[in-house]
């Protein structure tokens, strides 16, 4: 058990609709990441926070967002969900912004129909 | 660029050695990573080297770093079933801590 923790761990959903996915980081850890994994894209990184503050940018959709909250817990909400948007999406945490492994929590499978 | 570079299939009996590489473009990544991902589950960290070492060991797992050729291997002795898996290489890109994957390596051992 990496201590991140990730719900739901499946969604089903239709296109057009928005969901949102909730990450627990590790206690302790102030930085959180959000991955997006599918079959022909590999594993992207999404968006990185610190701290409560947005701090690396990757390959996020506009349709895409995500916060950290004072209790370091973060959200990514997903909006005018698209067939293509069907992946596993990972939180993963770590201490500090740099110079430490990354923990991965379960992840979420999201389904588009 | 980001870049990193893995061979998809790796097939090996059980009771070999495995050895799976990576290849890396960002000679400034600070730490190397491998993390496993068995089916349906999340990304294992197994193992990483700082990029100031050539070689780090733990039980079967031993990890290689060539900085030249920016080439990362990851050798299981004595590989299990259980070790069947994909196993992912990744770099650290920036000071921020994201880390970059290749495409993930699928190990498959046979008995």
């Known amino acids: 058990d990496s201590g991140v923790t990730q719900t739901p761990k499946h969604l089903i959903t239709a296109t057009g609709q928005r969901v949102t996915l909730r990450c627990s980081p590790r206690?302790?850890?102030?930085?959180v990441y959000w991955y997006q994994q599918s079959l022909d894209q590999g594993l992207q990184f999404l968006i990185q926070y610190y701290n409560g503050e947005e701090r690396a940018k990757g390959n996020i959709l506009e349709r895409f967002s995500a916060q950290q909250f004072p209790d370091l817990h973060s959200e990514l909400n997903l909006s005018s969900l698209e067939l293509g948007d069907s992946a596993l999406y990972f939180c993963a945490s770590s201490p500090r912004q740099g110079g430490s492994p990354l923990h991965f929590g379960n992840g979420t499978r999201l389904t588009v129909t | 660029g980001e870049d990193v570079e893995q061979s998809l299939f790796l097939s090996v009996r059980e009771g070999d050695s495995s050895v799976i590489n990576c290849t890396y473009t960002?000679?400034?990544?600070?730490?190397l990573y491998w993390y496993k991902q068995e089916p349906g589950a999340g990304l294992q960290l197994l193992t990483y080297i700082f990029s100031n070492m050539d070689m780090k060991q733990d039980q079967r797992l031993t990890v290689l770093l060539n900085k030249k050729d920016k080439h990362l291997s990851l050798r299981i002795a004595d590989t299990q079933t259980g070790d069947s898996a994909i196993y992912f290489c990744?770099?650290?890109?920036?000071?921020?801590?994201?880390?970059?994957f290749g495409q993930g390596t699928e190990l498959s051992v046979k008995p």
């Open positions: 206690s302790g850890d102030l930085s």
């Open positions: 990744a770099e650290t890109f920036d000071q921020g801590g994201k880390l970059i």
């Open positions: 960002d000679s400034s990544s600070t730490y």
